[in-house]
């Protein structure tokens, strides 16, 4: 029997006045554990996905993203993954490394998942092919710059036959990356919502 997934999901950052710092994906559909800590061992078998995004092509500077994700299940309740991401846009470049634990409260026709993931963001500059406007700018003036913090995320996701309805905090606990540049604050990872829906459609019996 072959099944039709329909998601819809809802992104919001915390703070409206920042840009969304977390990189996009057409792969939810395919994998939640993409953004869902709570989905990794969902499915009772071993997952691995591979993926390169390439946006806005022929444009310079345009976001560029890899992932590898990996995640199954232990036992009835228990799940683990892990994922590793390249996310490369104008002069910055953010490579992620995540380890992840997921459990499963209800099993059966009802699912109820909770997960936590904890890893690492490096962060790297290079102004170098920056169009300045400002030429006193410190961020095109101080060279290439490197800088780290502790990212965590926490999801849950609730299964009940064909509907799927999950929610997810990225950067859960906000962060400063500290560059090297003087007199101004680090990169702040600040936490973002996502909600979702979905629905399996029967195509056929087989």
């Known amino acids: 029997m072959r099944k039709l997934p329909i998601i819809a999901l809802l992104t919001a950052v915390v703070h409206l006045g920042y840009a969304q710092q977390v990189p996009q994906s057409y792969l939810y559909g395919y994998n939640t554990f993409l953004i869902n800590p709570a989905s990794s061992g969902l499915n009772n078998c071993t997952e691995l996905t591979v993926a390169h995004h390439n946006q806005w092509v022929k444009i310079e500077g345009a976001p560029i993203t890899n992932h590898l994700l990996v995640s199954t299940r232990i036992k009835d309740r228990w799940g683990i993954g892990g994922q590793f ?3 490369k846009i104008g002069m910055l470049q953010q ?6 634990v997921s459990y499963g409260i209800l099993n059966g026709n009802q699912t109820l998942r909770l997960g936590i993931s904890i890893g690492y963001n ?4 290079n102004p170098s092919n920056a169009v300045a406007f400002d030429l006193l ?17 926490f999801g849950a996701f609730y299964r009940n036959g064909a509907l799927e309805l999950f929610g997810t905090v990225k950067q859960l606990v906000k962060t400063y ?7 101004l604050p680090g ?12 629905y399996q459609i029967k195509l056929n019996n087989a």
């Open 187 to 198: 990169y702040g990872q600040r936490p973002h919502f996502m909600l979702g829906t979905g």
């Open 137 to 153: 700018d410190p961020i095109v003036n101080g060279g290439n710059q490197s800088a780290g913090a502790i990212s965590s995320d």
């Open 95 to 100: 490579i992620s490394a995540l380890g992840n």
């Open 177 to 183: 990356s500290n560059f090297g540049y003087a007199n």
């Open 85 to 87: 991401m390249m996310d």
């Open 122 to 125: 490096n962060y790297r500059v």
